[in-house]
């Protein structure tokens, strides 16, 4: 079974604190994603990665980086945190498909308080 | 925007009902996904259909995709309480890695 893995399920920062995120799979996926998901607006792409130290930008990248050094773990950095980055942040990792993209395989979330 | 919308957004029926959800999309697709989240968990993948397939069929669910209509179901049939949970679908264009969520559809099965 493929398994994707996140470093928290809960976490509580303070406005202005650099925060990282991490998470790793264990399937040899070349496709890596990072969402966030805020209730009424569903799932939204931060950024995605589709080979080690590749990496694109989603629908909301500001206020976020990422780092993919090694093809099984991808991370999440808020330079700076602020309240409004207060969420739950879901990781996803997928094969790639000639001409779209394969099953994503989440991991459990983590719910991030920005206070 | 390149969501795609659901509807209903929340639906209730009871233990043995059918449950149909419905989604749109916006462009070709190479498939179309369908995602389920338990509360404040992961999404766990249910069911993968591709562009050249009119239906598709998983123990108790039925997918069916209309690509005239750019529009997607997904059936439940006999739901259970354990059925309870949100159901999003996700769309996979024919260029690009990504999929699109929509909104999702919260599905309520009381017993």
């Known amino acids: 079974d493929v398994k994707v893995t996140q470093s928290s399920r809960y976490l509580v920062k303070r406005t202005g604190e650099k925060v990282f995120l991490e998470c790793v799979q264990d399937?040899?996926?070349?496709?890596m994603f990072w969402y966030r998901q805020d209730p009424g607006l569903g799932l939204r792409l931060i950024y995605f990665?589709?080979?080690?130290?590749?990496?694109e930008k989603g629908d909301i990248p500001e206020g976020y980086s990422v780092s993919r050094e090694k093809k099984e773990r991808f991370s999440l950095i808020l330079e700076s945190a602020s309240t409004n980055q207060t969420s739950m942040y879901l990781c996803a990792s997928s094969f790639s498909l000639a001409g779209g993209t394969d099953t994503q395989y989440f991991g459990p979330g983590t719910r991030l308080t920005v206070l | 925007s390149q969501q795609g919308e659901e509807d209903p957004q929340a639906l209730s029926i009871q233990e043995g009902e059918n449950a149909t959800m419905n989604c749109s999309y916006k462009t070709s697709i190479n498939n179309l996904q369908w995602y389920r989240q338990n509360s404040g968990r992961g999404l766990v993948h249910l069911i993968l259909?591709?562009?050249?397939?009119r239906e598709k069929h998983s123990g108790r669910l039925r997918v069916t995709l209309d690509t005239s209509k750019k529009s997607s179901s997904l059936l439940i049939t006999a739901s259970r309480a354990a059925d309870t949970a949100s159901y999003f679908c996700a769309s996979s264009y024919r260029y690009g890695n990504k999929l699109v969520f929509g909104a999702g559809t919260i599905l309520r099965v009381k017993s």
């Open positions: 259909i591709r562009s050249n397939e």
């Open positions: 399937m040899d996926h070349e496709n």
């Open positions: 990665s589709y080979d080690v130290k590749m990496k």
